[in-house]
């Protein structure tokens, strides 16, 4: 069992930045594919960013929407996952929830924080 908790949501002019955390409870954190999501007022929640260690190395992806602006990256160490978002934009303003599954991170991935409030004025 993993248990999530995010935290470092705020509101923020157009042109900011943020760093969302996410912090995971269990021993075997590094095994686990992290990532983010979010959910725009009165739409689906969408992708945002994952990121996964394999024998290959480190495999992240993102979103269209995000890609050069949000960084993501994990502290094993610290069982923590991170959302860097720069260049912020009004589109940007959801419900951001953290994800982790031991596969891919999809909208079907096993464990899910509570969500953090992310608003972005223009």
């Known amino acids: 069992q993993v248990q999530l908790v995010e935290s470092g949501g705020g509101s923020v002019q157009a042109g900011g930045s943020l760093r969302l955390s996410c912090a995971a409870s269990g021993r075997t954190f590094s095994s686990y594919a992290m990532g983010w999501f979010r959910q725009p007022p009165g739409k689906a929640r969408e992708f945002v960013a994952a990121i996964t260690i394999s024998w290959s190395g480190v495999n992240i992806g993102y979103a269209d929407s995000v890609k050069g602006r949000f960084t993501i990256s994990r502290d094993d160490a610290k069982n923590t996952v991170y959302l860097q978002m720069n260049s912020l934009k009004p589109e940007d303003t959801a419900v951001y929830y953290c994800?982790?599954?031991?596969?891919?991170?999809?909208?079907?991935?096993?464990?899910w924080g509570q969500g953090t409030q992310v608003t972005v004025s223009s």
């Open positions: 994800a982790a599954d031991r596969r891919a991170i999809t909208i079907l991935s096993a464990y």
